[in-house]
């Protein structure tokens, strides 16, 4: 007869480690009943040497998406090694916004925020996310979630404002559609949840793929 610990570890859910810090992906997978534990690099995956979130010149925008998340996964797999922890399958994102085959990624501070909102005002632009999953055991798996938004009119007040609440400075594109940018956008297509950051259909179908169970 197995022992009440042994019971409770057979029948424990499966679990898996995000690696990111984004609290919008931890809400995200916490609404599809994801068991997971964050995996945090050094100093954050943008200053951490093994994750260079550069684009490379001339690179093309899905390009660097899926090579910034590869990375991500990649380190997050040699994390694991390092720090000998409990072998779980890695889940790793990133996101961007394209306009004009320009890479629009997080703000360097608010006067950056607000050139990129200015350059978004009355135009449509792509987001892209890059989704992997990777396993100890070596498997990995990726998907790409395309949306397109396209934004109203916005006046320098608008934008002033916005830049004031802070919302802006930690995402891609300077603005967070689950956020008071909401009323900016006039217009999308493609996945609202890809657009926050992780697109949970297909993240769903990567987890089911190396036989996630609970999803």
Same mark, same amino acid.
């Given at each position: 007869? $197995?022992?009440?610990?042994? *019971?409770?570890?057979? $029948?424990?859910?499966?679990?898996?480690?995000?690696?990111?810090?984004? #609290?919008? %992906?931890?809400?995200?997978?916490?609404?599809?009943?994801?068991?997971? /534990? !964050?995996?945090?690099?050094? =100093?954050?995956?943008? =200053?951490?040497?093994? +994750? /260079?979130?550069?684009?490379? #010149?001339?690179?093309?925008?899905?390009?660097?998406?899926?090579?910034?998340? %590869?990375?991500? =996964?990649?380190?997050?797999?040699?994390?694991?090694?390092?720090?000998?922890?409990?072998?779980? #399958?890695?889940?790793?994102?990133?996101?961007?916004?394209?306009?004009?085959?320009?890479?629009?990624?997080?703000?360097? *501070?608010?006067? /950056?925020?607000?050139?990129?909102?200015?350059?978004?005002?009355?135009?449509?632009?792509? +987001?892209? !996310?890059?989704?992997?999953?990777?396993?100890?055991?070596?498997?990995?798996?990726?998907?790409?979630?395309?949306? %397109?938004?396209? &934004?109203?009119?916005?006046?320098?007040?608008?934008? %002033?404002?916005?830049?004031?609440?802070?919302? #802006?400075?930690?995402?891609?594109?300077?603005?967070?559609?689950?956020?008071?940018?909401?009323? &900016?956008?006039?217009?999308?297509?493609?996945?609202?949840?890809?657009?926050?950051?992780?697109?949970?259909?297909?993240?769903?179908?990567?987890?089911?793929?190396?036989?996630?169970?609970?999803?």
């Amino acid at each position: 007869m $197995n022992s009440p610990s042994a *019971d409770a570890m057979i $029948n424990a859910p499966q679990r898996l480690y995000l690696a990111s810090r984004s #609290p919008r %992906r931890r809400e995200l997978l916490t609404q599809i009943g994801v068991h997971f /534990d !964050t995996l945090l690099f050094r =100093a954050g995956a943008r =200053a951490d040497g093994e +994750v /260079d979130e550069t684009p490379h #010149p001339g690179e093309d925008p899905v390009a660097y998406v899926q090579r910034v998340a %590869r990375a991500k =996964a990649e380190h997050g797999l040699r994390i694991l090694g390092w720090r000998k922890l409990q072998p779980q #399958p890695v889940l790793s994102a990133d996101t961007t916004v394209e306009i004009d085959g320009q890479i629009l990624g997080k703000p360097l *501070d608010g006067d /950056d925020a607000a050139r990129t909102l200015r350059l978004l005002s009355g135009r449509a632009h792509r +987001v892209l !996310t890059a989704v992997v999953v990777a396993t100890p055991a070596g498997q990995r798996v990726e998907a790409l979630s395309e949306s %397109r938004v396209r &934004f109203r009119e916005l006046s320098d007040a608008e934008i %002033r404002r916005y830049v004031t609440t802070g919302e #802006p400075l930690d995402k891609a594109g300077s603005y967070g559609i689950q956020g008071r940018a909401a009323l &900016f956008v006039a217009h999308m297509e493609g996945s609202y949840t890809g657009i926050m950051g992780l697109p949970l259909f297909e993240t769903g179908e990567l987890l089911r793929r190396i036989g996630f169970e609970g999803v």
